[in-house]
Nanobody, 122 residues
Framework: QGQLVESGGGLVQPGGSLRLSCAASGSIFSGTMFRIYAMGWYRQAPGKERELVAGISTSGSTNYADSVKGRFTISRDNAKKTVYLQMNNLKPEDAAVYYC???????????WGQGTQVTVSS
């Protein structure tokens, strides 16, 4: 099985920055397997549906929600089996629980982390 563990969340003032990390472990990510997973960051605010924030493919191409373009950057380090989300110029509307996702397209398999809370408030 596999496990994703997010970290880096917390309380930040509007305009501030946070860097989220998601570390993968377990048999499904063993060896070089991590690199064949597309990775994504999602978020869910109270009363709202979970939404895709940023994604990074196995080749390193990225995509972002319109609301975060120019402010957030997703990256991955396959050697460390970790994906990052650099969040700059945070706004109150960015507050949510942020979840990491690993997706293996060949078998339509999706693995989720437990989430990390991001609070943006003065």
């Amino acid at each position: 099985q596999g496990q994703l563990v997010e970290s880096g969340g917390g309380l930040v003032q509007p305009g501030g920055s946070l860097r989220l990390s998601c570390a993968a472990s377990g048999s499904i990510f063993s060896g070089t397997m991590f690199r064949i997973y597309a990775m994504g960051w999602y978020r869910q605010a109270p009363g709202k549906e979970r939404e895709l924030v940023a994604g990074i493919s196995t080749s390193g191409s990225t995509n972002y929600a319109d609301s975060v373009k120019g402010r957030f950057t997703i990256s991955r380090d396959n050697a460390k089996k970790t994906v990052y989300l650099q969040m700059n110029n945070l706004k109150p509307e960015d507050a949510a629980v942020y979840y990491c996702n690993a997706y293996l397209a060949s078998i339509s398999s999706s693995t989720w982390g437990q989430g990390t809370q991001v609070t943006v408030s003065s």
